[in-house]
């Protein structure tokens, strides 16, 4: 049973910066794309950031580029999203999720695993 958990929001003033860290056990990962989403409050949720856990190739969304870093610890079976120069319209709640597929979704449906989510807050 694939199990996800996110750990690491907090609340943050804008310009800082957060690293959130998934932990991620239950199989093996190397066929999957690891993938961060968020929610904010009264909107759908939106893809952040994605990573071949394999290869460790990376795709962003463009609120993310320059920003945003995702990575992964093929040794300790976990993904981090490094977030830099952090807005208020980052708030939200951060979700990892998990797609056996070697290829790249940014849409939530596609993605088999969720973790619990973890809140981040940034205030202006």
């Known amino acids: 049973q694939v199990q996800l958990v996110e750990s690491g929001g907090g609340l943050v003033q804008a310009g800082g910066s957060l690293r959130l860290s998934c932990a991620a056990s239950?199989?093996?990962?190397?066929?999957?794309?690891m993938g961060w989403f968020r929610q904010a409050p009264g909107k759908e949720r939106e893809f952040v950031a994605a990573?071949?856990?394999?290869?460790?190739?990376?795709y962003y969304a463009d609120s993310g580029k320059g920003r945003f870093t995702i990575s992964r610890d093929t040794a300790k079976n976990t993904v981090s999203l490094q977030m830099n120069s952090l807005k208020p319209e980052d708030t939200a709640v951060y979700y990892c999720?998990?797609?056996?597929?070697?290829?790249?979704?940014?849409?939530?449906?596609?993605?088999?695993?969720w973790g619990q989510g973890t809140q981040v807050t940034v205030s202006s």
């Open positions: 990573i071949d856990w394999s290869d460790g190739a990376t």
């Open positions: 239950g199989r093996t990962f190397s066929r999957y794309r």
């Open positions: 999720a998990a797609r056996s597929s070697s290829y790249y979704a940014v849409r939530p449906n596609l993605y088999e695993y």
